[in-house]
């Protein structure tokens, strides 16, 4: 498609093939370029950096390629210090890397902000290394990014709890530019698609989560389906001009909350109002102060619902956000109906707004 942007590859796919890359060394397979796997089910092949063996380790970098999305940490130099160990496979963080100091995030207080999916990636790249080698044993590895320290001040790291350098990010391994107009446009050309193909009631998620959960715990066809990003009011806007008969939007409460204030481009760079919206509605449901302070002080979505699960005050709060978000999504969608349907990955299904039963119920004949 012209003007299509070019994507670009994680954190955690710098720190897997940089891991891979150190491994194969000390295992006497030197390579200049290394091939993983990616989450997504594709392969990447990167260039090392920066590759040394002495004293019984080594050390690989690669450069991380943002692709076109405006991504602070492009162009760093994700570092991996791998050694042999006896059986198993151990992944610390080292220089640059954030180090987690408060709970709620992907990450438990105390560790390394090496997320679980760029972990997994780890693993594997020092597995297929083993393999290719013909080793049995295991492997000690520490990613580090020089950089990292000074970037941090740039993310919202700080913020959340994360100290002392970035996180070491990707669901997919791949990253998707999410801000650019030429983004906006490729969803519209999708909308366009999609509307010509016939479908009535378009379906949208801003990114991986919500299409997994659209798929796998509604059972709805993502044939049917658009990838919205961050921009979920002009999604809902551009769907009601081409004259879709409706629309059901999936999407983690992380995100969607923002909706119940008023921000239809979810983006982190035009605020986060996550914990101002959860406390407001708690207090709306009846929360008492303490909780309230509490839910302020939370990092994450999630640990905030849990605790309002725990107080048996998570269904009337996910009720009044909903109605809100219905309340703002009504104003680009005009006389379209639109629909939400809001979850966690450890709570589930938590919320919907009115429009979507009727919606699901049109799409796939009952509601589960």
Known sequence: ?????????????????????AALMLLDRPADRVEIATPAGGRLCLGLEGAACAGGEARAAVKKDSGDDPDVTNGILIFARVRLAGDGITIEGGEGIGRVTRPGLACPPGSAAINPVPRQMIRRAL????KECGYAGGFWVEISAPQGRALAEKTYNPRLGIVGGISILGSTGIVKPMSEEALVQSIHTEINVLKAEGVRVLLAAPGSYGEEFLKESLGLDLRRGVQCSN?????????????FEGMLLAGHAGKLVKLAAGMLNTHSRY????????????????APAGLIRQVMGCVSAEGALQLYRRAGLLEPVMESIARKIEEHLARPAGA?????????????LIGC???ARPLLARLRGDWK
């Open 127 to 130: 597995e297929e290394a083993a």
């Open 271 to 286: 605020g986060d109002c996550r914990m101002e919206v959860l406390a407001a509605h708690g207090a709306l449901a009846g």
């Open 353 to 355: 707004t009115s429009q």
């Open 231 to 243: 921009f979920i009011g002009d999604t809902v806007e551009y769907a009601a001009r081409l004259g």
């Open 1 to 21: 498609m012209a003007g299509e942007l070019r994507n670009g590859y994680t954190t955690g796919s710098c720190a897997a093939a940089a891991a891979k890359g």
């Open 336 to 348: 379209m109906p639109v629909g939400a349907v809001i979850f966690t990955k450890e709570l589930g």
